[in-house]
């Protein structure tokens, strides 16, 4: 709560220092001063930052996120249809970058400083260096029109039979989900390797070989002991991964989180933003909180202490 | 978590056998039930930029919501394709088969045309346009287009079929006024519901109008989906069906245009130009507009509304810095050889007669001299202008959303420091500059205005306390002149009138008038279409059609609904 809390806070005086606010719209039509005025009363715009963020949270205690005029919706409307699209694509994102990327370190970490190990070190890094934009870019410069550009779905998705639209909206989930997932990938097989290749010098590795085991038992014995870092990991990567989601969900015109937050920042929608943070962060929060439950079922010292 | 990972690996699979799927987007099969020679039927679909906030005509800004309200909402009557805004000449019947002026010209009675229906088959009446103008101008709705209906005082209902508008003066554009600026809405759904929450009801999301499409489906930050009202009196339309697709990426617009996803996209850029031309698929469309661009002048002091500004307060320095600008290179350069030089507040087809203009040349020379003359003479440390130890140095402001009004603040810092002028190009996202034009804290900026038919706009941009009169320009003889052109009933006269509003704008130059640019808008060659207008492209949208011979898949989905 306290995160959460703390997050809220911040942003909201943030996006209050930055100059302009949801009115100051130019582009918009003429609206007589009048107007604007009583538009900035009817919002709280003309109150001093502290009662506006006193007044939000007052009514964010009671669930209600407030109401954006530039949407013209409840925030909490907005927020229950952008959170199952990102929900989707980061779970997923977030499970095959673990996937792979536990799968991929191990390997590297089991042949540690071999030429497969090292070029795939090389890759890992040129891959986590590379902003997930970037390489959004260049997926949509290798696989359009074989994929789609962008969206969750077909325009005309609606009219085909059922099992043509499930492929329809596979196909447009993958651009996405590769831009996230591919650097996610990069991450975790970074520190998978880092850990194998710790555990795989420990002592009851010796052990276990002198014992007689063979080297797949031995290794997979490893890995699940070198997973408990790449938990913690995880929890840690999920700010990172909605940071990504924001800016993947904007350039594959992906209707979650991220492109909410985008439009709020671009025009100054505080309440949106507000609301927005209040998700993410809460979701930061119990995505920390899984991996910890997680690293506790996975090592039993953990729970013990 | 070995196991976990496994239990994923099908799904990895199936994404991995996806890519090789086929690019079709529709496999239906048609139900237009039209033979194949007809040219009815077919999809199209339109990319914007952005996705709108409602379709509740009063509350609806911006053309991206426009055209989607426009076609499913009827006006009284329609304007002609000149955009001729006095008198009721050209004006075409829409909801009205007719109307009668009153003998004082102080009202107009409007006849209904008796087989209009609600697409939820309610028939239109005179109520509903008694109902209409109510809301449009309820302080409670907020209306966008509410200031321009102050010269209505009232409509009456006759009888159920004939609704009359009664006007405070007569105007050149009272018939402008009662058609132009209002959809007619239903108040058989709307008048239980208090005017403040009609923005945020369930019909302003799911509306019902008259226009020959009807509304479908509204999937947020994705799609509107409208389909041909096959029992509209006036004929169905001849498409079936019109996405709205909302792609706020340029490069993920254009990527879906060329990919054939999309159909129609108006807001193509000049360097994409040349791609479209190359394209099998695509060609260009004019597309005529009432856009114009200019760098403005704040006229008064920073924080004190009554000083003059200390550099642009004085119109000869304005005039000096107009001759310093080689605007027609400027707008070569920005818009190539989709651009012309404005040649005032306004872009040529509401400018009567543009060849009477008298324009400031370009003339560098000239330019130093009027202001050495004024006083401002170079400084011997770097050259730039100074008077009484204030140094000729200001902020040009452009926002980041716009590539052409950055480029122009850097063409335009270049011109001015050949005489000596330093402009210091200030980019900044669109709600934070216009937080600091509407607070009067700038310096100039480059600005461009859409205006509407009618030049309604000029009073709200020009004159003293208009209400996006930013650079707070006040000139007495300029309002009187815009008062006199504006209420002249005569056309020769009216025509003389404004092209004197027009001068005056040039010789006064609260504004540098930089350029007016034609944007074509991208379409397949499929469509065959009515001719776009400036004031909104959907105009004769319900005539659009598609080639039979062209048909993609999805053209042959026909009315049906989602499965």
Request: with cysteine; glycine share 8%.
């Amino acid at each position: 709560m306290l995160v959460v809390a703390a997050a809220v806070t911040l942003s909201f005086v943030l996006i209050h220092a930055a100059p302009g606010d949801p009115l100051s719209n130019m582009g918009a039509e003429p609206m007589s001063p009048e107007l604007v005025a009583r538009l900035r009363q009817a919002y709280r715009l003309d109150e001093p930052v502290l009662v506006q963020y006193g007044q939000w949270l007052a009514l964010a205690l009671q669930g209600d996120f407030g109401y954006s005029p530039l949407a013209m919706r409840p925030v909490s409307a907005l927020l229950a249809d952008a959170l199952p699209a990102t929900l989707q694509l980061m779970g997923m994102a977030l499970l095959s970058s673990i996937g792979l990327g536990v799968l991929l370190g191990g390997w590297q970490g089991a042949r540690a400083d071999s030429p497969g190990d090292r070029s795939l070190s090389l890759l890992s890094l040129v891959m986590y260096s590379v902003p997930e934009f970037c390489l959004g870019i260049v997926l949509l410069m290798l696989f359009v029109p074989a994929l789609p550009p962008g969206g969750m779905t077909s325009d005309t998705a609606d009219m085909l039979p059922l099992m043509q639209r499930i492929v329809d909206r596979l196909r447009h989930f993958i651009l996405p989900w590769l831009s996230l997932t591919i650097v996610g990938t990069a991450v975790f097989a970074r520190f998978q390797r880092a850990a194998m290749r710790d555990t795989m010098r420990e002592p009851f590795v010796r052990t276990a070989r002198a014992k007689g085991l063979d080297e797949r038992q031995v290794r997979r014995q490893a890995l699940r002991t070198s997973l408990l870092p790449v938990i913690t990991i995880a929890g840690l990567t999920f700010p990172a991964l909605l940071g990504g989601a924001v800016v993947v969900e904007k350039l594959f015109n992906w209707p979650g989180m991220g492109q909410l937050l985008w439009d709020a920042i671009s025009r100054r929608d505080h309440w949106v933003l507000a609301g927005a943070v209040v998700v993410g962060s809460t979701m930061t929060v119990l995505g920390n909180l899984l991996a910890d439950v997680t690293r506790a079922a996975v090592d039993p010292r953990v729970e013990r202490s | 978590m070995l196991r976990a990972i496994s239990r994923f690996a099908p799904i990895a699979l199936l994404l991995a056998v996806c890519t090789s799927c086929g690019g079709t987007d529709t496999g239906g099969d048609s139900d237009t039930g039209t033979g194949a020679g007809s040219d009815i039927g077919g999809t199209l679909i339109e990319v914007q930029p952005a996705e709108p906030s409602t379709l509740f005509p009063p509350k609806v800004s911006g053309n991206d919501a426009g055209v989607i309200v426009g076609a499913l909402f009827d006006r009284l009557a329609n304007i002609g394709p000149a955009l001729q805004t006095t008198g009721d000449q050209e004006f075409t019947p829409a909801l009205a088969t007719g109307w009668s002026w009153g003998q004082d010209s102080l009202s107009i009675a409007f006849t209904l045309d008796p087989k209009m229906r609600w697409h939820d088959g309610a028939p239109v009446r005179a109520k509903d346009v008694q109902f209409t103008f109510a809301t449009y101008t309820a302080p409670e709705v907020e209306a966008v287009d509410a200031s321009v209906l102050g010269n209505i005082d009232s409509v009456s209902v006759r009888d159920s079929l004939t609704p009359v508008f009664w006007f405070k003066r007569r105007l050149p554009y009272q018939f402008f006024d009662a058609t132009y600026h209002m959809y007619i809405l239903p108040s058989h759904l709307l008048d239980t519901i208090a005017p403040g929450a009609l923005k945020a009801s369930a019909f302003a999301r799911a509306p019902i109008g008259t226009g020959r499409f009807r509304f479908v489906s509204w999937t947020p930050k994705q799609r509107i989906e409208i389909i041909a009202d096959t029992l509209n009196a006036r004929g169905r339309a001849k498409l079936d069906r019109v996405y709205y697709t909302f792609t706020s990426d340029y490069a993920t617009a254009t990527v879906k245009l060329f990919a054939d996803e999309a159909d129609f996209y108006e807001g193509i850029r000049p360097v994409n130009i040349p791609q479209v031309q190359a394209s099998s698929a695509l060609r260009l469309e004019p597309m005529p507009t009432l856009r114009y661009e200019y760098m403005a002048y704040n006229l008064r002091q920073k924080g004190d509304s009554a000083a003059p500004h200390p550099l642009f307060g004085d119109v000869n320095v304005r005039r000096a810095l107009a001759m310093a600008v080689d605007r027609a290179s400027l707008a070569r350069n920005v818009h190539d050889t989709l651009g012309a030089v404005a040649l005032s507040a306004g872009p040529r087809t509401l400018i009567p007669d543009s060849a009477a203009l008298k324009q400031i040349p370009y003339d560098p020379t000239a330019a130093r001299k009027l202001l050495d003359s004024l006083g401002w003479v170079p400084s011997a440390k770097d050259g730039i202008r100074e008077r009484n130890g204030v140094r000729f140095s200001f902020e040009l402001m452009a926002p980041s959303s716009s590539q052409s009004r950055v480029r122009f603040t850097e063409l335009l810092q270049q011109q001015f420091l050949a005489i000596g002028v330093e402009a210091r190009p200030v980019v900044l996202e669109g709600p934070a500059m216009g937080g600091r034009v509407m607070a009067g804290d700038f310096d100039t900026f480059v600005n461009a205005w859409n205006m509407k038919p009618g030049r309604l706009g000029m009073a709200q941009t020009w004159r003293t306390r208009g209400v996006q009169n930013y650079g707070r320009y006040a000139s007495p003889e300029f309002d009187r002149m815009l008062d006199s052109a504006m209420t002249s009933l005569r056309s020769d006269l009216s025509a003389q009138r404004w092209t004197a509003v027009f001068q005056r704008l040039i010789d006064d130059q609260p504004g540098l008038w930089l350029a007016e640019a034609s944007a074509p808008a991208a379409i397949h060659r499929r469509i065959r279409n009515a001719p776009l207008s400036a004031d909104g492209w959907q105009r004769g949208l319900a005539d659009w059609s598609v080639d039979p011979a062209q048909r993609l898949d999805r053209d042959k989905i026909g009315l049906r609904s989602a499965r």
